[in-house]
């Protein structure tokens, strides 16, 4: 068993920066990417950025050069740094881990809300 849990959400003004944390235990295998995912209210769950065991990063073209994803391997916890944030960027932030083997586990979700 698997558990990922988030923190870090909260009400913030636009143009404002937030921290988010995902701290993954239990019966963990090889991790290989850790990673953060959203989804407003009526819109379909999308990727904001994932980052490898190697170091590797990707994000959304929308989040580019705003946010910065890290990770501490040591503690099994994957970071995401949001800076200018904009209303448009009010979600649900689930936090994402994939094994190798193959296996993929989400975290419950923290709200972001990103209003004057």
């Known amino acids: 068993q698997v558990q990922l849990v988030e923190s870090g959400g909260g009400l913030v003004q636009p143009g404002g920066s937030l921290r988010l944390s995902c701290a993954a235990s239990g019966s963990i295998s090889s991790i290989y990417a850790m990673g953060w995912y959203r989804q407003a209210p009526g819109k379909q769950r999308e990727l904001v950025a994932t980052i490898t065991d190697g170091g590797v990063t990707n994000y959304a073209d929308s989040v580019k050069g705003r946010f910065t994803i890290s990770r501490d391997n040591a503690k099994n916890t994957v970071y995401l740094q949001m800076n200018s944030l904009k209303p448009e960027d009010t979600a649900v932030y689930y936090c994402?881990?994939?094994?190798?083997?193959?296996?993929?586990?989400w975290g419950q979700g923290t709200q972001v809300t990103v209003s004057s």
């Open positions: 994402d881990l994939k094994t190798n083997p193959y296996r993929r586990y």
